[in-house]
């Protein structure tokens, strides 16, 4: 591949991943993206085929072609995952570019394979039809692959935005009725804004609480 060398996309993959993990993206904003504002480029388009390809959603406008509409309900991109790639908070967003390039690449070796026709309108992997995205995305993940680590970070952080919305503060994020909480019925805090579970996951208290923990249940 051209361009920024596979290390160094992994690296900022990595870091981004780390950043969420610690509540490192402090624009929640940052992670919405607007219908008016999608498919603007070649980049957002495939990335955006890319996440819904992942986890599927209903298409958000007329004319959506990154979005497939292979599903009814929220996805991947409803759910702000490509918007938290392009923040400018995040390592990865300049390597962007480069990433839908080597995906694109992939699309076209695939297609010119099996005689597919690409739409010259449309980045190759968008142009693809649903069930051929999601052959082609399914052999990123073969262990032979030589870029197999990229996809592999790429499909987390797009998991993150649908099934934790990784981008945002939790609390917001549901009170916001972000897509894939609110599909997953992820339950309410409690009015303090904390989660607590009355229930043992064992059906039994299988350790006593330490006298020293403090009100949060933070350990002393």
């Keep these: 591949m051209t361009g920024p060398d596979r290390r160094s996309i992994l690296k900022a993959l990595v870091t981004t991943l780390a950043g969420l993990s610690v509540g490192g993206l402090e624009?929640?904003?940052?992670a919405a993206v607007d219908a008016s504002d999608a498919s603007e480029s070649w980049t957002t388009q495939?990335?955006?085929a890319f996440a819904d390809t992942l986890i599927?959603?209903?298409?958000r406008f007329p004319g959506d072609v990154a979005v497939a509409g292979a599903v009814a309900g929220p996805g991947a991109v409803q759910a702000g995952a490509v918007g938290l790639l392009h923040s400018p908070e995040l390592p990865v967003a300049p390597l962007l570019p480069a990433i839908?390039?080597?995906l694109d690449a992939r699309a076209v070796a695939y297609a010119a394979l099996r005689l597919i026709w690409l739409p010259p309108t449309l980045p190759p992997f968008v142009g693809l039809p649903f069930s051929d995205r999601t052959a082609l995305v399914g052999g990123l993940f073969d262990p032979d692959d030589p870029d197999r680590p990229i996809w592999q970070v790429l499909s987390l952080l797009?998991?993150?935005a649908f099934d934790t919305a990784g981008q945002q503060d939790t609390v917001e994020a549901l009170g916001q009725g972000h897509p894939g909480l609110t599909w997953l019925h992820f339950p309410e805090p409690d009015?303090?804004?904390?989660?607590?579970f009355p229930d043992f996951s064992y059906g039994r208290q299988l350790a006593a609480l330490h006298p020293n923990t403090t009100a949060?249940?933070?350990p002393a």
Excluded: F, H, K
Excluded at 56 to 59: A, I, L
């Design 158 to 160: 797009v998991g993150l």
């Design 216 to 218: 949060s249940g933070s």
């Design 56 to 59: 599927p959603g209903q298409r």
């Design 46 to 48: 495939t990335l955006e």
């Design 27 to 30: 624009t929640p904003a940052a």
């Design 100 to 102: 839908a390039a080597l």
């Design 191 to 196: 009015p303090d804004g904390m989660w607590r």
